[in-house]
């Protein structure tokens, strides 16, 4: 399974991105795609996660209600809409993907495929 995520970009505070994780090679729908951030000097922690085959999600505190991540099997891609942007939210932003993983899961190590980033910043 490769991944690939896009859409990042500039953006200023409470401002608005929608990022893409398009999936390449045999990815069924027993997979949990999940979103990661990883800023300057920190650990790569946990944004979002979906289960494909019925939609299950599942938020850190930090972008609960302001986050949406969905799924279009029929593309085989996971998307995050990210709203209301904060400065603390910059990070490089990486898609990762797992057999039968929980969504509520949020250690990096179950999952098995990444992709390669993608640098979200926002500016105050």
């Known amino acids: 399974v490769q991944l690939q995520a896009s859409g990042g970009g500039l953006v200023q505070a409470g401002g608005s991105l929608r990022l893409s994780c398009a999936a390449e090679g045999r990815i069924f729908s027993s997979y949990t795609v999940a979103w990661f951030r990883q800023s300057p000097g920190k650990e790569r922690e946990f944004v979002a996660a979906v289960s494909l085959n019925i939609g299950n999600t599942y938020y850190a505190d930090s972008v609960q209600g302001r986050c949406t991540i969905s799924r279009d099997n029929t593309k085989n891609t996971v998307y995050l809409q990210m709203n209301s942007l904060k400065p603390e939210d910059t990070a490089v932003y990486y898609c990762?993907?797992?057999?039968?993983?929980?969504?509520?899961?949020?250690?990096?190590?179950?999952?098995?495929?990444w992709g390669q980033g993608t640098q979200v910043t926002v500016s105050s």
């Open positions: 990762a993907a797992t057999l039968y993983g929980l969504v509520r899961n949020p250690d990096d190590s179950a999952y098995a495929y």
